[in-house]
T-cell receptor
Framework: KQEVTQIPAALSVPEGENLVLNCSFT??????LQWFRQDPGKGLTSLLL?????REQTSGRLNASLDKSSGRSTLYIAASQPGDSATYLC???????????FGKGITLSVRP | NAGVTQTPKFQVLKTGQSMTLQCAQD?????MSWYRQDPGMGLRLIHY???????DQGEVPNGYNVSRSTTEDFPLRLLSAAPSQTSVYFC?????????????FGEGSWLTVV
């Protein structure tokens, strides 16, 4: 059974810092991996999707990388801002028509 | 564009009561799903549907029923609520079952069973 782990559960950084959020998964036979953002009291918003054949995806200040063989993905946030404060979740899919398996998320706080 | 709309936002139930959480999407998506999110457990899939008239069980289906009579709507029914069903429920949809499509989530329904 696929397990997705995100450590640490919470992170606090000063504004302007570059930071990396980690995601690991136990079964490397994934189809794709997605990163989501969840604001307090809200639903999830998709940030980046990386196909298994890709190494990374970028959107603005966000860069997600994927190392399938080691079962790891990282979400890099450049020049963090207080508005980046949220919970970030990663999820993997085993196949084209498979469901998503989610990690528990990392709650990020960016201090002004 | 409303996206995925869930109602109610908050609900308190007594043990044994029944209720329906509503979910509607206006993007003509074939795939719709229900998740529950619990502290320390992450999101877990309850039920999903790949089109009108087609539903299937997810990871934690016990105690919940679903139906899909239209493309737009995917209600989640609790037949006899239990305290263990206290949770935040999210409805999500995407164009098709294909996991490479962007998935859209509703804003959640907070349910407390006392």
């Amino acid at each position: 059974k696929q397990e997705v782990t995100q450590i640490p559960a919470a992170l606090s950084v000063p504004e302007g810092e570059n930071l990396v959020l980690n995601c690991s998964f136990t079964d490397s036979a994934i189809y794709n991996l997605q990163w989501f953002r969840q604001d307090p009291g809200k639903g999830l918003t998709s940030l980046l999707l990386i196909q298994s054949s890709q190494r990374e995806q970028t959107s603005g200040r966000l860069n997600a990388s994927l190392d399938k063989s080691s079962g790891r993905s990282t979400l890099y946030i450049a020049a963090s801002q207080p508005g980046d404060s949220a919970t970030y979740l990663c999820a993997v899919s085993a196949g084209a028509n498979s469901k998503l398996t989610f990690g528990k998320g990392i709650t990020l706080s960016v201090r002004p | 564009n409303a996206g995925v709309t869930q109602t109610p936002k908050f609900q308190v139930l007594k043990t044994g009561q029944s209720m329906t959480l509503q979910c509607a999407q206006d993007m003509n998506h074939e795939y719709m799903s229900w998740y529950r999110q619990d502290p320390g457990m992450g999101l877990r899939l309850i039920h999903y549907s790949v089109g009108a008239g087609i539903t299937d069980q997810g990871e934690v289906p016990n105690g919940y029923n679903v139906s899909r009579s239209t493309t737009e709507d995917f209600p989640l029914r609790l037949l006899s609520a239990a305290p263990s069903q206290t949770s935040v429920y999210f409805c999500a949809s995407r164009q098709a079952l294909f996991s490479g499509n962007t998935i859209y989530f509703g804003e959640g329904s907070w349910l407390t069973v006392v």
